[in-house]
Structure formats: structure tokens, C-alpha cells
């Protein structure tokens, strides 16, 4: 399938230049011209050099010319003083509007990872619906599930009833005071422990073994031994903070994570495909640094002007990118300064992402819309079942509509009508062929029919024409032919949980850019819109 193609970005190229330029500042045209005249001393130097060479040589012959002071000098004056004015023209400007950068991460903009953190709890229940259940709706049947559902549940009533009855002056000195106090320290003590070693069957055991993960410091192989499941990307991406120039984690994960690096090459991503996806990443680089040294540089700005104004330090970074701040208690202290705090955030976010919603929005897509499409593409030439709509369901626990296939994803987030009629085409034949692998199946070996585990990994290799399976299933005409094509699926059968372990990490990337889009949309609105 050839490369999506976003339709809100084809829609703002009028907008572009008038992006760029509230964006730019003047030291970027300021180091360009430095740039040139640093690259011009070379050549300004030689002729000079050579002009004075001339001169000395007719002194010498006793015409009118230079001295052999005034031949030496003169190059080294003429290319020496445009060397120094390009460089003070290049560096010095950007080197004065990097201190307000400077203040901004030294006031805390980097822990604007704590406020990503503070999206735990609902980001693990996005990553339950949309890849973790799906591991464990194929181990255990929905009495399992229930079960131990209601197990937690009744655990953690318990310890609640527990706590209820401890001494009064404990639960003061607490601060437990009615029942929700109580249950969010029951839940405490639940996630000081996992639920077991495997893949939890209930959305409640992942939250309680995902919460013990996170909240305690493990390498990550004896985490992924401890709970059953490996976390790793996630807990990535949580060490990145919102509108901090650090927040690249995605982008590193798909450039360089050894478990990506296994799908693409099992995928069939090639070199070219690569060069492809290149202006989309270097766009997306450039728009994501011009944006965040906006930020960071009215951050900074608006830090030294509020603590300079009401007399003290404590006014950071958070204080402006940190929804709710403004009626924190400690502001009681400043009267006037919660005002402050929304005019001065209002102005340093739409300063980066423009005077509406929708512009901010846009903005946002050039930053990090790059990430979803390489993390879709992938999946879609990796994971069958994310193009033939079988992931769809309804939660049976909350009872909402889990929608998770290609073409709703390329809808939500704004693609062209080709690129979904071209994915629609690549679906239906992509259902055509999974139809006729599992009728092969029922006729040579159909017991694998009956092991889930086994004909997801038979599914993922047909999908991605593992050694040229898909061709041969074509291809392949006698008895001997069918003979070796089996054993090939036997191979892929014991494989199964190489298969597992690429599929479930790829997923969770590739939610992980949903979240990460979704989530700096959503401040944003909050924060000025």
C-alpha cells in the first residue's frame, strides 16, 4: 500500500508561511547570514591574497603596489574580519535568546514529564482496551476474566473494611477521612504487590500490576518478569515531559528499538521506504524544534517577569503549562497573580500554536502526526487483524464501543478520502487472503484452528510473507509442495511467542502515538483555547 497522504496538511499549505514566520524569530534569518558571510571568508580571503600578491610583485618591479607588511595583513584582516562578523552575526543573537530557553528548563519545563505522569490511570486503560486486552481475551474465556475481576474486587473491599477500623487518630495523621480516602488507599496497597507473573486476565489486575510496576523502580526485564507483560515503551514515553525539547520518545523508539527494528525488518521495510518517510521526519523535527523553543522561550520570559514582579522564586515553568495551577492554594500568597498566570499562558501558547483551536491543531499534526503514520503503516503491514476489522468489540465491563482497525484510525485523524478508499482496498485483500489461509488450514492442519496462540502467529506470517509463504501458497500445485508448506507452518507454530512479543510491543507503540497526539491537543485546549 503506498505511503498515507494527510489531508489537513494538504488543506493548510497557505498557512504554512504564516506559521513559519510566528514561529521564526530574527536571529534564524540572522544566523543564516552569518552563515553565509563565515562561508564567503574562505573565498574573500584567497582573493585578497591573491590581489596583494600582485600588488607586492609589482612593488617589487618597481611599480606602484603593496608593501610585504601590507601583503600579509591584508588577507588575514579581510578574511579574519568576516570570519568574526559572521560568527557574532550567527551566534551571538541566538546565544542571548537561548537564556530564556535556559531559564525555562531550569524552572522545571522537563518536569512537565509529572504532568503526563498525573495520565497514568486513564492512559492504562486506553492500553488495556487497545492492546492488552486483546492478550488476555485470547488465553482465558470470559468466566476467567469475570472471575478474577470480581477476585480484586472483593480484595480490595476487604482491605477497604480493614482500614475503616483502624484507630481514629492513624486516619487522621493520614488524612483518611470518608469512603473515597479509604478506597484510594486500599488501591494503594493492592498495587504494593502484582497480581501474579502472567498476563492478568481482568482490567482491574492490569491496572494493579501496571501501577506496582510503574510505581517501583525495577530494571525492565525483571518488571516484565514480575508482571507478565513488558511496559517498557510506555514508561518511555513517560520520560518525556509536554512541550519539552526532550519530549522525542516516540520518534527514538521507531528509529531504534531493538523489538521495532525486528517488525520492520520481518515487515519488509526497506531502504527506499525509509528515504520516503524521510522529509515527513525531518519536517516534523523542524516544526516540533520551532514550537517548543517558542514555548520555552515565553515560559522563560513570563517566569523571571512574575517572580521580578511579586518579589519571590517560586513561579516556574508548571505554573504556566500545568492546567489548574491557577487556583492552587499556594497562589493565595499573590494576589493578582492567578490573572497573571492565564494572560501569560494564553499568549505563550497560541504565540506557538496560533490564535484558534483548529490552527493548534495543525500545528501539532506537522510535530507529531509523523509518528502515527510510520507506527501505521508498520501495523498495517505486520498485524492482519488491524486491517480485516476483528479488533473491533464492546467492553464488556464498561460497555463502550472499542474501535480499533485502519480505516477508523485514518477517519479520526484527518487522511484524504483516497488514502481511506486505498486502505479500504488493501483491507479487502487483505480479508480475502486470511480467508483463504484458514480454509487451507481446516484442510491440512486443523488443530491449529483450535490453538489461538499458534494461528495468530500462522495469520502474522501469511500477512508479512514470511520466506515467501504467501507466494508459494499461490504458487504451490502437487502434494509435496503442500508437504513442505505445512512443515513451514509447524516452524511458525512453535515461533509463537516470537510473534507475541513483536505483535503486543508494535501495538503498544503505535497507541502510544494516539496518546501522545491526543494528549497535547487536549492541553493545548486547556491551556488557551
Known amino acids: 500500500m503506498r505511503p498515507f497522504v494527510i489531508r489537513r496538511a494538504r488543506q493548510s499549505w497557505r ?63 579581510v578574511g579574519g574580519g568576516l570570519l568574526g562578523l559572521g560568527m557574532a552575526i550567527r551566534f551571538v543573537p541566538a546565544v ?48 476467567e476474566r469475570q472471575a478474577e475481576q470480581q477476585e480484586v474486587r472483593d480484595l480490595h473491599d476487604y482491605i477497604r473494611r480493614q482500614i475503616s477500623v483502624w484507630d481514629r487518630d492513624v486516619l487522621t495523621r493520614l488524612e483518611v477521612g470518608g469512603q473515597a480516602d479509604q478506597d484510594a488507599l486500599a488501591m494503594a496497597v493492592l498495587c504494593e504487590r502484582a497480581i ?19 510505581h517501583h523502580a525495577l530494571p525492565q526485564c525483571s518488571q516484565a518478569h514480575t508482571v507478565g507483560f513488558r511496559l517498557n515503551l510506555y514508561e518511555d514515553l513517560c520520560d518525556g515531559g509536554y512541550f519539552d525539547r526532550g519530549d522525542t520518545k516516540l520518534a ?94 494564553r499568549s505563550i501558547v497560541r504565540a506557538a500554536l496560533g490564535n484558534d483551536y483548529d490552527s493548534a491543531c495543525a500545528t501539532l499534526d506537522r510535530m507529531f502526526l509523523a509518528c502515527f503514520e510510520f507506527a501505521t503503516d508498520l501495523r498495517a503491514r505486520y498485524d492482519p487483524q488491524y486491517c480485516d476489522g476483528s479488533l473491533d468489540y464492546i467492553a464488556q465491563d464498561t460497555g463502550e464501543t472499542i474501535t480499533n482497525n485502519l480505516q477508523a484510525d485514518l477517519k479520526r485523524h484527518g487522511y484524504r478520502l483516497r488514502s481511506i478508499e486505498e486502505a479500504e482496498r488493501y483491507v479487502q485483500r487483505v480479508r480475502r487472503e486470511q480467508a483463504d489461509l484458514l480454509g487451507r488450514l481446516a484442510g491440512i492442519r486443523p488443530a491449529l484452528l483450535e490453538d489461538p496462540l499458534a494461528l495468530r502467529a500462522i495469520k502474522i506470517a501469511f500477512h508479512i510473507n514470511h520466506n515467501g509463504m504467501k507466494d508459494r501458497f499461490r504458487t504451490c500445485g502437487s502434494d509435496a509442495g503442500w508437504a513442505s508448506w ?21 501495538r503498544l507503540h503505535h497507541q502510544l502515538t494516539v496518546l501522545l497526539l491526543d494528549g497535547y491537543k487536549e492541553l493545548a485546549r486547556m491551556l488557551a483555547y
Open 252 to 345: 527514538q523508539q521507531y528509529a531504534g528499538n531493538s523489538l521495532l527494528a525486528d517488525v520492520q525488518k520481518a515487515a519488509g521495510l526497506t531502504w527506499m521506504d525509509r528515504l520516503k518517510q524521510l522529509p515527513a521526519s525531518l519536517a516534523a523535527r523542524w516544526w516540533f524544534f520551532l514550537v517548543t523553543r517558542r514555548i520555552a522561550t515565553g515560559v522563560g520570559q513570563a517566569v523571571q517577569r512574575l517572580n521580578s514582579k511579586y518579589g519571590t522564586d517560586v513561579f516556574n515553568s508548571q505554573a504556566f503549562l500545568w492546567p489548574g495551577q491557577e487556583t492552587a492554594p499556594w497562589l493565595d500568597a499573590f494576589p493578582g497573580s492567578a490573572d497573571d498566570i492565564l494572560t501569560e499562558r
Open 196 to 214: 501474579g507473573h502472567i498476563q492478568e486476565k481482568s482490567r482491574e489486575g492490569f491496572l494493579i500490576s501496571s501501577l506496582y510496576a510503574l
Open 486 to 506: 505445512a512443515r513451514e507452518i509447524d516452524a511458525i507454530a512453535a515461533e509463537r511467542e516470537t510473534y507475541e512479543r513483536r505483535l503486543v510491543g508494535l
Open 96 to 143: 542571548l535568546s537561548a537564556k530564556w530557553v535556559t531559564v525555562a528548563e531550569a524552572c522545571d519545563l522537563n518536569l512537565m514529564e509529572d504532568y503526563r505522569k498525573s495520565q497514568i490511570p486513564a492512559h492504562l486503560n486506553a492500553l488495556w482496551d487497545k492492546v492488552f486486552f486483546y492478550e488476555s481475551a485470547i488465553r482465558y474465556s470470559p468466566q
Open 15 to 77: 498557512k504554512l508561511p504564516k506559521d513559519f514566520l510566528r514561529l521564526a524569530y530574527a536571529n534564524d534569518l540572522l544566523s543564516r547570514l552569518g552563515t553565509l558571510i563565515m562561508r564567503a571568508s574562505p573565498k574573500a580571503t584567497f582573493w585578497t591574497a591573491g590581489i596583494m600578491s600582485s600588488g607586492y610583485l609589482s612593488n617589487r618591479l618597481g611599480l606602484p603596489g603593496f608593501s610585504g607588511l601590507e601583503a600579509l595583513v591584508a588577507p588575514v584582516v
